[in-house]
């Protein structure tokens, strides 16, 4: 799965005209990073083996994932089903207590990411049974993922 | 298995049936089965009192209804509810579970849905479940 989610990922860059070592522009609550997103080249000529949306979402889920990995350092406990909301559930450690998280993630080929993240927020808004909630977004067109938590408001940004 | 094996079972199960569904393939019903099962063995393994052993077993009643199996899904939605230290939240969630496929169920059979209760069919799949053919496992 996370082999077949990595190669999504790269299709989802490369199609863009994206390469191995692009900048990858990170903004997670309002706080905007960079870094260098690396990954193994994917054949192009397999691209129609893969269905284009989930190109898209899945690539979007292994960025996302990444993201938060070595931005937060949240490690993934499980993929959720459809109906709780979320695609997630990720832990962390935070003063000596474990914390669960639920990830809800969408991927945007081209355009603006900022409706789009309203929309997951608010999806994520009905995940129950977890310390916090949070949603993200990766768009391809310009290498951007946008990780926010439900308790900071889109509006206030 | 450790509960960390089981959650990367389980993950990989959901993303497979998923992509199934996406694909309108039938098969979705076995690979929702198998997402069934996988929930089971983590709600064995980690408490209600947990919020993983909660999802787990809203995750084992719902995929048992994806993968159509009724008689699976009231089994186990009646066994967790019936569990020591069971939420009420976590009750009425299966509850309206069972309910919300009911009406589906309904809405895809208006003609039968006029003479017979969701319920009562789900009874008879029970029974027949139960039973075997003919009635030669009860």
């Not at chain 1, 608010?122 to 310009?142: I, L, M, N, Y």
């Not at chain 2, 039938?26 to 983590?42: D, H």
Request: aromatic share 6%; hydrophobic share 45%; proline share 3%.
């Amino acid at each position: 799965m996370a082999a077949v989610m990595v190669t999504r990922a790269a299709l989802g860059l490369q199609r863009n005209k994206h390469s191995s070592g692009t900048a990858l522009e990170i903004d997670i609550e309002a706080v905007v990073l960079c870094f260098i997103l690396r990954w193994p080249d994917a054949d192009p000529s397999t691209a129609k083996q893969h269905d284009f949306n989930r190109i898209t979402e899945d690539g979007a889920e292994a960025i996302a994932l990444a993201v938060a990995h070595k931005t937060k350092s949240w490690r993934v406990v499980r993929r959720m089903q459809r109906e709780e909301y979320a695609d997630w559930l990720l832990e962390h450690q935070e003063s000596g207590a474990r914390r669960l998280v639920a990830l809800e993630v969408s991927g945007v080929d081209r355009g603006s990411i900022a409706a789009r993240l309203k929309d997951e927020l608010a999806q994520v808004a009905k995940s129950t049974d977890v310390d916090q909630r949070w949603a993200g977004v990766v768009g391809f067109q310009k290498p951007k993922a946008a990780l926010q938590s439900l308790e900071v408001r889109t509006d206030d940004r | 298995m450790t509960v960390d094996e089981l959650h990367a079972l389980v993950s990989s199960a959901i993303w497979r049936a998923e992509q199934l569904d996406g694909l309108d393939l039938e098969t979705s019903t076995s690979a929702w089965a198998e997402v069934s099962r996988v929930e089971e063995e983590l709600a064995k393994v980690l408490s209600i009192k947990d919020a993983e052993g909660r999802i787990a077993r809203r995750g084992a009643v719902r995929a048992a209804l994806k993968a159509k199996d009724y008689a699976r899904a009231q089994d186990l939605a009646q066994r967790y509810a019936g569990e020591p230290g069971a939420p009420r939240t976590l009750s009425a969630e299966l509850r309206d579970m069972l309910k919300a496929d009911a009406n589906v169920l309904s809405e895809q059979f208006p003609f039968a849905a006029r003479h017979y209760k969701p319920a009562d069919v789900q009874a008879q799949a029970n029974r027949l479940h139960q039973g075997g053919p003919f009635g030669l496992a009860a």
